[in-house]
């Protein structure tokens, strides 16, 4: 167990919707990272909250949101959802927002199924 | 330009043998690190070993260990004495000091232990 809480653990939606998905860091991490894993894309990093500020931006859509909220959870926002938006979305945490020996800790994914 | 890359994308590997995993990374910057997750099939990212750019000795982590060669830019990953339970897909992963927080992650390789 990473310590990684996220939910739902499955998601199914219809196109045009919106839904939000939920992270618990670690106790202790400050940082939260938001990952896309596609079946074509491989894991593709969408955006990084350290202590509630926004710290790196990847390849997210304009569609999506997030934020890290004072307690530290995170939550992604997916919006005028598409087909091509179902995939397995990781929320990461990690000790600190600059070292680069911490590993990233995953939680299981939200599984998210656009109809 | 991709800058993890693993050329396998699936093998196949008796019970009990050893494996090695390649992967291959690019970077200008003096300070990283290397990690190595496991997906199985139920999904979950499993952190399994740390290599640091500066480290002189290979990581090694029970039944893993880590090949680091940092003149040829590679990190492959070994298993000894595979079990029916490695069986998952493997991620090579790069984070870099200098550049912006998030981890890179490799394509993957499909690793599949015959009994």
């Known amino acids: 167990d990473s310590g990684v809480t996220q939910t739902p653990k499955h998601l199914i939606t219809a196109t045009g919707q919106r839904v939000t998905l939920r992270c618990s860091p670690r106790?202790?991490?400050?940082?939260v990272y938001w990952y896309q894993q596609s079946l074509d894309q491989g894991l593709q990093f969408l955006i990084q909250?350290?202590?509630?500020?926004?710290?790196a931006k990847g390849n997210i859509l304009e569609r999506f949101s997030a934020q890290q909220f004072p307690d530290l959870h995170s939550e992604l926002n997916l919006s005028s959802l598409e087909l091509g938006d179902s995939a397995l979305y990781f929320c990461?945490?990690?000790?600190?927002?600059?070292?680069?020996?911490?590993?990233?800790?995953f939680g299981n994914g939200t599984r998210l199924t656009v109809t | 330009a991709q800058k993890i890359t693993q050329t396998q994308p699936g093998m196949f590997v008796q019970e009990k043998e050893a494996v090695t995993l390649d992967c291959t990374y690019d970077?200008?910057?003096?300070?990283?690190?290397l990690f190595w997750y496991k997906q199985p099939s139920s999904g979950e990212m499993i952190f399994l070993i740390y290599?640091?750019?500066?480290?002189?000795q290979n990581a090694t982590e029970g039944r893993y260990s880590l090949n680091f060669q940092k003149a040829r830019k590679s990190a492959n990953l070994v298993i000894s004495a595979s079990q029916l339970g490695d069986s998952a897909m493997y991620f090579c992963?790069?984070?870099?000091?200098?550049?912006?927080?998030?981890?890179?992650f490799g394509k993957g390789t499909r690793l599949h232990i015959l009994p």
């Open positions: 990461a945490s990690s000790v600190e927002g600059s070292s680069y020996n911490s590993p990233l800790h």
């Open positions: 106790s202790g991490d400050l940082s």
């Open positions: 909250y350290y202590n509630g500020e926004e710290r």
């Open positions: 970077t200008s910057d003096p300070s990283y690190g």
């Open positions: 290599q640091g750019s500066y480290d002189q």
């Open positions: 992963a790069m984070r870099e000091r200098y550049r912006d927080d998030k981890i890179i």
